[in-house]
């Protein structure tokens, strides 16, 4: 059973530093064309989810504070992602999050699994750049 | 350019290799097997080959996004994950403008996007809102 007592629990935050080498990996790994180049001065935009590394646990210990064995195969079931502004390289963001819910249902796909909804902030300075709400699909 | 709703994005498409499956658990720091382990994904009954990340399907969809639109501005982007993208497998976006709306210096469009595989219809549905200039 998950630890349902973790419902509004705040991470510890982190910061995320995008530099363009590993922002030419992630171009390179996904197959997208654009080179960091030093005039374009936006990252990909999919380092708003890579932010999940700098919430401020690990995933593993993300997992563990749950109370869910990893082994078991989470999966991200939905994601929704507001932008206010882009991405950019060499700069430091502060990451925020907090879980949201913890519900169980009957898949008929998988069987029984809790749904875990929780949100990443980022932030550069003191204004929002980025919020995403997950939902992680955890089979019990 | 003219844009119009209705109109079809060029679609898309990528080879996904276990070595793309190994950087991302790298990156992410993500101690989930069945990105590495295809014995794990056998064992769970989800295939034989090791499942790819979910941000990773996404950023297949902001590739989409970003090839047929050089200068987008993203808004916002909801995904929803109804299947898995495995090793080896050939994944493919297409995508249509299903709304446009004229601003004085800009375009706010929005997009609905697919990402399936050779094996798999809609593996991934999202709708996504850009800014685009308008000139």
Known sequence: ?140 | MNYKTGQKLNKWTFLVKQEYLVTWSQVLNDPNPIHLDNKKVEELGLGNKCINQGPANIAYILNCISSNFPEYQLIKINNKLNGNVFADDRVTVEGQISDIEKKKDYLIVSLFLDLHTQNQNNVLSSNAVIRLPNR
């Open chain 1, 1 to 140: 059973m998950l630890n349902v007592d973790v419902i509004n629990h705040e991470f510890p935050g982190g910061s995320l530093l995008i530099n363009h080498k590993i922002n030419d990996l992630i171009n390179l790994s996904t197959g997208n064309n654009k080179n960091s180049e030093t005039n374009n001065i936006d990252s990909h935009q999919i380092f708003s989810m890579i932010a999940l590394n700098s919430i401020g646990y690990t995933l593993d210990e993300f997992f563990k504070y749950l109370n869910f064995d990893v082994n078991k195969g989470p999966m991200l079931g939905q994601c929704d992602i507001n932008f206010y502004n882009s991405l950019q390289i060499d700069k430091k963001y502060n990451v925020k999050g907090r879980i949201i819910s913890i519900d169980y249902k009957k898949s008929k796909k998988i069987g029984e699994i809790d749904i875990v909804k929780f949100i990443v902030e980022i932030f550069f300075k003191k204004t929002k750049v980025t919020n995403i709400e997950y939902t992680l699909i955890l089979p019990r």
